[in-house]
């Protein structure tokens, strides 16, 4: 449902906050002990109650742990007159204060035990903030039964204590109706009832009380509009977002650096990042959270390349990253290939002695499957002090798109046996580690055990892992049948992977129908018509090859580029196929003719299949031998010692000459080479790969 935009002039303006209260004019000035020995000389400690009272809140007030035990000296031993109600708030607020939130709940007992000294709404407050941050539900409940028998529930600052105290233990139910019976509600207890939705991740009820608010003519503050921001973020809802934004910066409150860091937040992850870099920039100081919004909104955006450089400004700053911040940088490490980079920031993690939290620690092991790293992945796994299924997931599919597929499912049986539900994610990666072992009779227990002992229904990637299980298997047939018994529509996912599949086993009849299908539904996708050409050219028939070429330039459809990525000292390297931008061209061009010579030598016989069909054989052979992944390979070889292992990433399908030149690179250079393309890993090494010859 669409967010109706309110203009600013209807709402009403924002009410600030009270200003908190000042410590005593004589805790100004730093010496509460001679300012307490002073009153002990006079005698006026045991005779004034004021004076006692103001020399303990002088004293709370300290920020140190030895300040406040002076405090409670002061209470408990004394020489001091008959405590009082107020006496024991002070000491309350001041163990809220230093986070003793069970000290704090016990002088709310104490004083009950006592029956002479009767806590009042400030008191009852207190004790609920401590059962509030402890989330201690059943000790909230008797607070409020001592409220009720004292006629309490009239109080405003108890009510709104309560209904924050319900919401952040869970119960927004029981919240909702106390804030529910309020008739007049003040933008205290406004803001109660929204942060206790806002803490348990409901974000469309947070807007929706926000928009009731708007309704009735509430006032609200900076605290509403952070937690409404967030809640628009979480919900993409950008068009409620802008009209904060608009309204924030109409009343100047741009100053605000919460509100502003939140609306940072917003902004990037409704995808609207030229406003969330504007607002960011503007920023006179950025603290990490700030910082951290904005590098995830743009990994978050897949501008990886972008996040990376945000993130060595950080450094610049001298920003301290958190884990909210590395999970961000390591994702886009994964994505970019960056291992450089990635492990850079593990070894600060481990420098800076951060938890490994179960997000974090995902993140790590996701992010070394992702570079091609399993031993570092399997590292990062079994260093997690606890697991989700998540971290489960992520090695399970690391593994099986790394070409270790038997350890890909040994490790979902230990997942299976230390009692972690598989999610339908999990499934994703255990039919690929079925598929890339052709393990076809395991592929179906594992397809039919979804439904059968998880209740998982599956979705269209579980469909087309199990048509690229067939497929791999030689079962085209079979395959283009389950395809068609298919409770759900096939898309091109399903399609495409048929196609692979014919490619590799030259099957030209359901190569053609499963291109029609694709047609059909995204006609414009080059890497379809060019699979289907060169299904053509495996065959023989060139004049069908080149009618396929044809139909792509009638249609003006152009064949995407390729592009290779390399890093080499934390630096990422870009190349582009017959790529003519390169500052060191002509040395890598001559490493490239160094390296088609040798292999030719070990027997390196050009495929000229995905070349241009309108040109002469030589020119066919030049060109493929110009293809991105071949210059990155060069470029590698030519900046790496001798033996290093060369890393890059491709963003397309490997093509058949590539594959078969960089086995060869691997035997005659002695070179592990691992590739990372749009469907797989490729681990090169001594002449054969991973994938063995099926991608």
């Not at 060019?530 to 050219?537: D, P, R, V």
């Amino acid at each position: 449902m669409a967010t109706a935009v309110h203009p600013a002039a209807a709402l009403p303006a924002i009410t600030a906050p009270p200003p908190p209260r000042p410590p005593p004019s004589r805790a100004a000035l730093g010496h509460v002990p001679q300012l307490h020995a002073s009153l002990i000389k006079s005698g006026e400690l045991t005779a004034s109650p004021k004076s006692f009272h103001s020399l303990l809140e002088a004293a709370a007030h300290g920020a140190t742990p030895a300040q406040l035990a002076y405090a409670v000296r002061l209470f408990r031993l004394g020489p001091r007159p008959p405590l009082s109600t107020p006496c024991y708030n002070v000491l309350m607020r001041a163990f809220l204060r230093a986070g003793h939130l069970e000290d704090a709940l016990h002088l709310f007992v104490e004083m009950l035990d006592g029956a002479s000294i009767w806590p009042d709404q400030h008191t009852v407050a207190c004790a609920l903030k401590s059962c509030s941050r402890m989330c201690a539900l059943d000790a909230g409940c008797c607070v409020q039964s001592y409220s009720v028998k004292r006629g309490l529930m009239v109080d405003r600052f108890v009510l709104s204590s309560l209904i924050h105290m319900y919401a952040s233990c869970g119960d927004v139910a029981a919240a909702r109706m106390l804030f529910d019976a309020v008739e007049e509600k003040g933008v205290v207890m406004w803001n109660a009832i929204i942060a206790g939705y806002f803490k348990n991740g409901a974000w469309e009820e947070v807007l929706e009380l926000f928009k009731g608010m708007l309704e009735v003519g509430a006032p609200f503050d900076e605290v509403t509009l952070v937690s409404v921001a967030t809640a628009c973020g979480k919900t993409c809802n950008s068009n409620l977002g802008n009209w904060i934004g608009g309204y924030v910066e109409e009343k100047g409150m741009l100053g605000n650096r919460n509100l502003v860091t939140a609306l940072v937040d917003m902004y990037a992850k409704c995808g609207e990042l030229g406003k969330a870099r504007s607002l960011f920039d503007g920023m006179q100081s950025r603290d990490v959270v700030a910082w951290s919004a904005m590098i995830s909104g743009y990994t978050q955006a897949d501008q990886c390349y972008e996040a990376l450089a945000l993130f060595s400004e950080m450094q610049v700053e001298e920003v301290e990253p958190n884990d909210v911040t590395m999970v961000s940088v390591l994702s886009a490490c994964a994505v970019l290939g960056a291992l450089e980079t990635g492990k850079w920031v593990h070894s600060y993690i481990r420098k800076k002695c951060l938890p490994l939290t179960v997000v974090l620690g995902t993140a790590l092991v996701d992010f070394y499957a992702k570079c091609g790293c399993i031993d570092s992945a399997v590292e990062a796994f079994e260093s997690m002090p606890v697991k989700n299924s998540w971290t489960w997931t992520a090695l399970i599919k690391g593994m099986a798109s790394n070409g270790r597929g038997k350890e890909a499912l040994e490790v979902f049986s230990s997942m299976c046996k230390a009692g972690i539900e598989p999610t339908d994610v999990t499934f994703i990666g255990v039919l690929m580690a079925c598929s890339h072992n052709c393990l076809v009779e395991e592929g179906r227990q594992h397809f039919n055990s979804m439904t059968q002992d998880y209740g998982i229904q599956p979705r269209i990637e579980h469909y087309g892992c199990v048509v690229d299980l067939f497929g791999r298997a030689g079962l085209i047939d079979e395959a283009y049948q389950f395809i068609r018994a298919m409770p759900i529509e096939p898309n091109t996912v399903i399609w495409r992977a048929l196609l692979s599949s014919c490619a590799v086993q030259k099957n030209v009849e359901v190569g053609e129908e499963a291109l029609k299908q694709i047609i059909s539904l995204d006609p414009s996708h080059s890497g379809d018509y060019i699979l289907l050409s060169n299904i053509y050219a495996s065959v023989g028939r060139w004049k069908d090859a080149a009618m396929i070429r044809r139909k792509m330039k009638d249609r003006g459809i152009q064949k995407t580029p390729g592009c290779s990525l390399i890093e080499l000292d934390g630096m990422l390297f870009e190349f582009f196929a017959e790529d003519s931008n390169h500052p060191q061209l002509r040395e890598i061009y001559e490493k490239v003719d160094e390296m088609i010579d040798k292999i030719k030598m070990a027997g390196y016989v050009p495929n000229t299949a995905d070349a241009r069909l309108d040109v002469d054989e030589y020119e066919k052979e030049v060109s493929v031998s110009h293809h991105s992944e071949k210059l990155a390979i060069a470029f590698g070889l030519m900046k790496l010692p001798p033996g290093a292992t060369i890393r890059l990433s491709k963003n397309l399908r490997v093509c058949t000459d590539c594959h078969s030149a960089t086995k060869l690179i691997s035997k005659v250079y002695s070179r592990e080479i691992v590739v990372r393309d749009r469907n797989r890993f490729h681990h090169f090494k001594d002449g054969s790969c991973s994938c063995n010859d099926y991608w």
